[in-house]
């Protein structure tokens, strides 16, 4: 397992998972091995990697407790006494569409725990869960290879989130700067709002430009001195 996957299980909290988009299947193989849940569902739209995550469970003899269903995203994943939904590995966009399919998330009692892990658009996926009532509650930065990620951990409470939906979240989320890999995605972020802003700046959007920039150079100075 790369630290990308275990940093999404150790962000899951309760005894039965759904890993949405799990080709392999190796989170809930891992998850149900090491204890970690009771029992897991293995859901992809595609059938191949289905294949692969069936192959994978059965070498692993985890077939009485991890369940492949083939659905797009929660459309057929049954949400009854799950704890736990892990989408990894997937675009922003795609995440939150799967999110925004799903429209009985939100009835869930007590809330399902999301875990996050968005590729890209991690800011039009921050923003759609703080306009559609889900509070992030932890942000865990990870370097795996060349990337740094960042998982976030989340749930449905129908309320405005207890923090600001402003350029800092957008970019950084709740990641801290407490550690090594919290750094370097911060420092990450710094250099992507720098483009960003030199493209709003050439767009005419000289206010976003400037909000932007100082918002890179105020994160550049911080972690200047960390
Ligand atoms: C890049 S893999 C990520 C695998 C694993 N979750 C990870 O993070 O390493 C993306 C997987 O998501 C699946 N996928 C794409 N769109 C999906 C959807 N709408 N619903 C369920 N699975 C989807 C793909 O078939 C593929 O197996």
């Not at 192959?55 to 083939?70: P, Q, W």
């Not at 995440?95 to 892990?117: D, G, H, M, W, Y």
């Not at 700046?201 to 972690?223: F, I, K, N, V």
């Amino acid at each position: 397992m790369d630290k990308r996957l275990l940093t999404c299980a150790s962000l899951c909290v309760g005894r039965h998972i759904a890993d949405i988009g799990t080709d392999h299947g190796y989170l809930p193989c891992y998850m149900t091995a090491e204890g970690l849940c009771d029992t897991a569902l293995a859901c992809d739209t595609a059938p191949m990697p289905l294949d692969s995550a069936r192959k994978h469970i059965a070498e692993n003899g985890l077939g009485d407790r991890v369940r492949c269903i083939l659905s797009d995203g929660l459309e057929k994943v049954p949400l009854e006494g799950l704890s736990d939904i892990v989408i990894a590995g997937m675009g922003g966009e795609l995440i939150l569409r799967i999110l925004e399919s799903c429209t009985k998330l939100k009835n869930a009692v007590p809330p399902i725990n999301l875990v996050l892990q968005p590729m890209t658009k991690w800011d039009t996926l921050r923003s759609w869960l703080y306009e559609n009532g889900f509070t992030v509650t932890a942000e865990l930065p990870c370097i795996s290879g060349r990337f740094v990620y960042s998982v976030m951990q989340t749930h449905y409470t129908g309320e405005t989130p207890p923090y600001a939906c402003d350029l800092r979240y957008l970019y950084c989320g709740l990641v801290s700067p407490d550690s090594k890999d919290g750094r370097e995605y911060l420092l990450r972020q710094a250099k992507r709002l720098a483009a960003a802003s030199k493209g709003k700046a050439a767009s005419g959007d000289h206010e976003t430009a400037c909000a932007m920039q100082a918002l890179a150079a105020e994160l550049e100075t911080s972690l200047s001195h960390t």
